[in-house]
């Protein structure tokens, strides 16, 4: 099993090590010459890549706003967001892949930073709406990281956090139900959007738990 995690997180609450993987031996230096050759990281596929346009349109705002993309990875959300008017900085902990990030966005109103997820080097910057994909479940503390995004938005600002269970042996990640209960006390409202029907979204059929939590402040 290999799960999906994030190349901004350098600290884990979980690791797989007895079937042969460990996240924290991972080398996402080293990754990112491959990590767009999944569907669902390059979005090179037209039709993925517009699935993830639309869903994005319905997350984020309607008008044009500050995004914070967190594990970033090679700024593909990032790009998408620009590309409907946002204005992006993306943050990720891998050198080569903010590299990559960079010359993807080149030209766009956006900018990427090298920088753990956990707490990222925005300084008192604030933003409209943080947008996270499989990368809280690998944070240890969530509550405390989720507080700590939450200073980073503005009043009516939005968490846009994608996340998922995978594995069926030895699942890792995060459930939809406990996210919404570290969510409860620093939301006034929220949805959460299933995920795993669309198998557009990943470049084929998924069982596993995939979802999206939006959730206003």
């Known amino acids: ?70 594990g970033c990875g090679t700024g593909s959300l990032s790009l998408l967001a620009a590309a409907q008017g946002h204005r992006v900085t993306g943050v990720d902990a891998s050198p080569a892949m903010v590299g990559r990030a960079r010359a993807k966005l080149a030209g766009r109103d956006a900018v990427v930073l090298c ?46 956090l994608v996340e998922g269970v995978w594995g069926t042996v030895h699942p890792v990640g995060i459930p939809a139900g406990r996210l919404t209960a570290l969510l409860a006390p620093l939301s006034r409202d929220m949805r959460v959007e299933p995920l795993s029907g669309d198998p557009v979204l990943w470049g084929k059929a998924v069982t596993d738990e995939r979802y999206a939590v939006v959730a206003t402040v």
């Open 115 to 160: 920088g753990q997820a956990a707490a990222p080097p925005v300084g008192e910057r604030r933003f409209d709406a943080v947008l996270v994909r499989h990368v809280l479940w690998t944070l240890l503390g969530p509550d405390r990281v989720l507080r700590h995004w939450r200073d980073l938005l503005r009043p009516g600002g939005r968490f846009v």
């Open 1 to 70: 099993m290999v799960a999906p995690v994030a190349s901004g997180a350098l600290e884990f609450d979980w690791t797989v090590t007895d079937v042969g993987w460990d996240a924290t031996d991972v080398d996402w230096d080293a990754a990112a010459d491959g990590f767009d050759d999944e569907p669902d990281h390059g979005l090179r596929d037209p039709e993925v890549r517009a699935a993830w346009a639309a869903r994005l349109r319905s997350w984020l705002p309607e008008h044009p706003a500050d995004v914070l993309d967190l």
